[in-house]
């Protein structure tokens, strides 16, 4: 049994949206503010902490809606049933569909949520859904509060803004225990014919009692670590949540290894060593406290009736672990510290890992506290272990962020009842802002949180979409986007925008170049370098992520197969795969050439492709073009006078400044061809040696790069600004 998908419906910005699980693991990754962590706070609400539902998590658009129900109900002169239906809120709740995919074999364990007798296994949907319970009622102090604040303060006057409480639907409800007193989670079958798409429901549906989940899914919970000793903590469950590991190894012991709960033939040995260490230590303070406390007999005490004083210790092995030093970090032979001394990080790490351990050995019921004669109540196993990890980078530095994203599963099913072919499910859920943690986890594992352009009067939205379905059958593509993800930090999956780049001299100055753009330098941009032959491979992904992408290239011409300096009217061609398979679809050198900005954009806006353009040239009174053939040779010509003014250097940038400085244009253009294209050029070094000659902020940006920056800044700017009505 597992969760297939969970389908979110009016909560925050997830107006509709569909999260599909993986099998083991499943990242949430996202840009900030996409909806990662208020994916998380769902299935944490819905599932674990129903009671914790406030105004703020239904959608904000809604509210609008909303308030319009309790216009409508201060408006009725007579009772009217139609507005106290269950239909007039159903499409503004917020809502949770879970599918689990339940094997026939499995029926018993989900024997209450059996749509019909015909359902043999296969997908079972349960929706949650936050609704009022009780809508008369609701409406009755609703109306009655509205009433009296409009006795109170009479018809408003023109102009003025001062309104009684509550003026709203939403300023009841937001009133502190209101939403909980009229609204309450609500469990509903679904029909599994039905999955595809959210059904609407019945209003005469009945609720199921309970919870449903009790005794099927066991639900653990990782609250993101946003402060591993702080006392200002948001709630109870976050201090318990950031507990040091002597906190949680006392915890731990005490319902797992106590020696007294239960106690079997291996631990009396233990159970009488404390026992004689307690004689010992009882004698030793009536020894120890004899002469101070003869002293209160000074006080007349213990007098007559008094009973005398006398010391007995407790011995408790689970005292032994309540200081601050009961779990230490041995640095060499003889010599250790206190755990609060060691890193951050590694306190971090291994208290997310025994958090792990400690979830896994409650579901496996491991330990004396789950005896059938201690005190744990013991209860069936159940078939599926959720555990839900939010942003464990917190105090992590890189290469701990990936030892834990690759070891976390694994703690989970470390039990000799969860090997393979285990009846025994576990699936862990992890939101994450690291680039580290997604470079290391399956990339089939990664749902991509992609926020949607807010329409006019409405909030933004979030859709979700998984990766292991972007490439479709293409199986050579699939690879070759895994292995190059795999080389670089995953960090387009956190950016704003993306900027594909041809090779490391554009890798090298491009960050330069963006530094001049104050919008840009505000975002967060991933520059990836990947060559023009290779760009298009990853234009599933792009185009599947919705995200903002400039692809920098080069014209690279050629006639047949061979490379030849650009030039118009000899029929060349481009041999760049990007420019032919991708934008603008294009190989005709001359077409290229002449295309403009609108040729160069994708129809819906979202990537641009930029690449060398004509560069002309004042020799006496006419103009003379040159036509750049890559990055290297554009850069120098569009710097012509720096660079032939340059007197140091070496290799390949030496070569480029001898030939800016050749006053024929024709010639500079030839020169610099051959040079760039010389099999022994090396670009990587030609841009260091440049960076350690030259300020990058002295060098004028290529007119094509220009171009591209400024239309990307353009564009993340009016994503940016405050859509009205949000």
């Not at 000074?298 to 005490?301: C, P, T, V």
């Not at 890559?630 to 480029?656: Q, R």
């Given at each position: 049994?597992k969760?297939?998908?969970?389908?979110?419906?009016n909560?925050?910005?997830?107006?509709?949206?569909?999260i599909?699980?993986?099998?083991?693991?499943?990242?949430?990754v996202?840009a900030?503010?996409?909806?990662k962590?208020t994916?998380?706070?769902?299935?944490?609400?819905?599932?674990?902490?129903?009671?914790?539902?406030?105004?703020?998590?239904?959608?904000?658009?809604?509210?609008k809606?909303?308030?319009?129900?309790?216009?409508?109900?201060?408006?009725?002169?007579?009772?009217?049933?139609?507005?106290?239906?269950?239909?007039?809120?159903a499409?503004?709740?917020?809502?949770?569909?879970?599918?689990?995919?339940?094997?026939?074999?499995?029926?018993?364990?989900v024997h209450r949520?059996?749509p019909?007798l015909?359902?043999?296994?296969?997908?079972?949907?349960?929706?949650l859904?936050?609704?009022p319970?009780?809508?008369?009622?609701?409406?009755?102090?609703?109306?009655?509060?509205?009433?009296?604040a409009?006795?109170?303060?009479?018809k408003?006057?023109?102009?003025?803004?001062?309104?009684?409480?509550?003026?709203?639907?939403?300023?009841?409800?937001?009133?502190?225990?209101n939403?909980?007193r009229?609204?309450?989670?609500?469990?509903?079958?679904?029909?599994?014919?039905?999955?595809?798409?959210p059904?609407?429901?019945?209003?005469?549906?009945?609720a199921?009692?309970?919870?449903?989940?009790?005794?099927?899914i066991?639900?653990?919970i990782?609250?993101?670590?946003?402060?591993f000793?702080?006392?200002?903590?948001?709630?109870q469950?976050?201090?318990?949540?950031?507990?040091?590991?002597?906190?949680?190894?006392?915890?731990y012991?005490?319902?797992?290894?106590n020696?007294?709960?239960?106690?079997?033939?291996d631990d009396?040995?233990?159970?009488?060593?404390?026992?004689?260490?307690?004689?010992?230590f009882?004698?030793?303070?009536?020894?120890?406290?004899?002469?101070?406390?003869?002293?209160?007999e000074?006080?007349?005490?213990p007098?007559?009736?008094?009973p005398?004083?006398?010391?007995?210790?407790?011995?408790?092995?689970?005292?032994?672990?309540?200081?601050?030093s009961?779990?230490?970090?041995a640095?060499?032979?003889?010599?250790?510290?206190?755990?609060?001394?060691?890193g951050?990080g590694?306190?971090?790490?291994?208290s997310?890992?025994?958090?792990?351990?400690?979830?896994r050995?409650?579901?496996?019921?491991?330990?004396?506290?789950?005896?059938?004669?201690?005190?744990t109540?013991?209860?069936?196993?159940e078939?599926?272990?959720?555990?839900l990890?939010?942003?464990p980078?917190a105090h992590?530095?890189?290469?701990v962020?990936?030892?834990?994203i690759?070891?976390?599963?694994?703690?989970?099913?470390?039990?000799d009842?969860?090997?393979?072919?285990?009846?025994?499910?576990?699936?862990?859920?992890?939101?994450?802002?690291?680039?580290h943690?997604?470079h290391?986890?399956?990339?089939?594992a990664?749902?991509?949180?992609k926020?949607?352009?807010p329409?006019?009067?409405?909030?933004?939205t979030?859709?979700v979409v998984?990766?292991?379905?972007?490439f479709?059958?293409?199986?050579a593509?699939?690879?070759?986007?895994?292995?190059?993800?795999?080389?670089?930090h995953c960090?387009?999956?956190?950016?704003?925008?993306?900027?594909?780049?041809?090779?490391?001299?554009?890798?090298?100055?491009?960050?330069?170049?963006?530094?001049?753009?104050?919008?840009?330098?505000?975002?967060?941009?991933s520059?990836?370098e990947?060559?023009?032959?290779?760009?298009h491979?990853?234009?599933?992904?792009?185009?599947?992520?919705?995200?903002?992408?400039l692809v920098?290239?080069?014209?690279?011409?050629?006639?047949g197969?061979?490379?030849?300096?650009?030039?118009?009217?000899?029929g060349?061609?481009?041999?760049n795969?990007?420019?032919?398979?991708?934008?603008?679809?294009?190989?005709?050198?001359?077409?290229?050439?002449?295309?403009?900005?609108?040729d160069?954009?994708?129809?819906?806006?979202?990537?641009?492709?930029v690449?060398?353009t004509?560069?002309s040239?004042?020799e006496?009174?006419?103009?003379?073009p040159?036509y750049?053939?890559?990055?290297?040779?554009?850069?120098?010509?569009?710097?012509?006078?720096?660079?032939?003014?340059?007197?140091?250097?070496?290799?390949?940038?030496?070569?480029?400044?001898?030939a800016?400085?050749q006053?024929?244009?024709?010639?500079?253009?030839?020169?610099?061809?051959?040079?760039i294209t010389?099999?022994?050029?090396k670009?990587?070094?030609?841009?260091?040696?440049?960076?350690?000659?030259?300020?990058?902020?002295?060098?004028?940006i290529p007119?094509?790069?220009?171009?591209?920056l400024s239309?990307?800044?353009?564009?993340?700017?009016?994503?940016?600004?405050?859509?009205?009505?949000?």
């Open positions: 049994m969760i297939d998908f969970v389908h979110l419906q909560f925050r910005k997830l107006k509709d949206c569909r599909e699980f993986a099998q083991q693991q499943t990242l949430f996202g900030n503010n996409s909806g962590t994916a998380m706070d769902a299935l944490m609400l819905f599932l674990k902490q129903k009671s914790k539902f406030t105004t703020r998590d239904f959608t904000l658009s809604n509210w809606d909303i308030n319009k129900l309790g216009e409508k109900w201060c408006s009725l002169t007579a009772y009217d049933p139609e507005e106290f239906s269950i239909d007039k809120w499409g503004l709740l917020p809502t949770l569909d879970v599918w689990l995919k339940v094997e026939h074999t499995e029926l018993q364990h949520l059996i019909t015909s359902w043999k296994g296969g997908l079972l949907g349960v929706r859904r936050l609704q319970v009780d809508i008369e009622l609701f409406y009755q102090e609703f109306t009655a509060a509205q009433k009296q409009t006795e109170l303060t009479g408003p006057e023109k102009g003025k803004k001062f309104k009684m409480w509550p003026s709203t639907l939403w300023e009841f409800l937001d009133e502190k225990g939403l909980s009229f609204f309450k989670v609500q469990t509903f079958l679904l029909d599994p014919a039905l999955h595809d798409k059904q609407e429901m019945d209003p005469l549906a009945d199921l009692e309970g919870d449903v989940f009790s005794g099927l066991k639900i653990d990782i609250n993101a670590q946003r402060g000793s702080d006392s200002n903590s948001e709630s469950e976050r201090s318990e949540n950031i507990k040091n590991l002597g906190s949680q190894l006392r915890s012991y005490d319902k797992h290894l020696p007294s709960v239960n106690p079997t033939a009396i040995a233990a159970l009488k060593a404390i026992s004689s260490a307690k004689e010992i009882d004698e030793s303070l009536k020894t120890a406290f004899k002469d101070s406390l003869k002293e209160l000074i006080l007349n005490y007098g007559f009736g008094n005398s004083i006398t010391l007995s210790s407790k011995f408790n092995s689970l005292d032994s672990l309540t200081h601050e009961a779990v230490q970090y640095l060499e032979e003889g010599l250790s510290l206190p755990e609060k001394y060691n951050l590694y306190q971090n790490l291994i997310i890992i025994f958090k792990l351990i400690r979830f050995d409650e579901w496996m019921q491991v330990g004396k506290g789950f005896d059938s004669s201690g005190t109540e013991v209860v069936g196993f078939p599926l272990h959720l555990v990890i939010e942003e980078e992590l530095h890189a290469q962020q990936q030892v834990f690759n070891k976390a599963y694994q703690v989970l099913r470390k039990h009842d969860l090997l393979e072919g285990s009846l025994f499910t576990t699936q862990l859920i992890i939101s994450t802002h690291s680039s943690i997604a290391e986890a399956d990339f089939t990664l749902r991509y949180f926020r949607s352009q329409k006019l009067g409405m909030s933004q979030t859709t998984n990766l292991s379905e972007t479709g059958e293409d199986t593509t699939t690879k070759f986007a895994k292995r190059y993800l795999k080389t670089t960090d387009l999956f956190f950016a704003d925008a993306v900027i594909m780049v041809e090779g490391p001299a554009e890798r090298m100055l491009v960050p330069s170049f963006v530094r001049r753009y104050e919008d840009l330098c505000n975002c967060y941009l520059i990836l990947i060559g023009g032959s290779h760009a491979t990853l234009r599933p992904l792009i185009e599947d992520l919705g995200i903002l992408c920098i290239t080069d014209l690279d011409a050629v006639q197969r061979s490379k030849v300096q650009p030039d118009l009217g000899k060349y061609n481009s041999g795969s990007t420019l032919k398979t991708w934008l603008p679809g294009e190989n005709s050198l001359d077409k290229l050439l002449a295309m403009k900005e609108a160069w954009i994708s129809k819906n806006g979202q990537i641009r492709v690449y060398q004509k560069i040239f004042k006496g009174k006419k103009d003379v040159a750049p053939y890559t990055f290297e040779d554009s850069l120098v010509l569009t710097n012509k006078k720096l660079f032939s003014e340059m007197h140091a250097g070496k290799g390949l940038l030496l070569k480029m400044c001898t800016a400085k006053k024929n244009t024709a010639l500079c253009a030839k020169e610099l061809y051959e040079v010389d099999e022994t050029a670009k990587a070094e030609f841009a260091l040696e440049l960076l350690f000659m030259e300020d990058p902020k002295a060098l004028e007119a094509y790069i220009a171009s591209g239309w990307l800044e353009g564009k993340l700017s009016i994503l940016k600004k405050p859509t009205k009505g949000k």
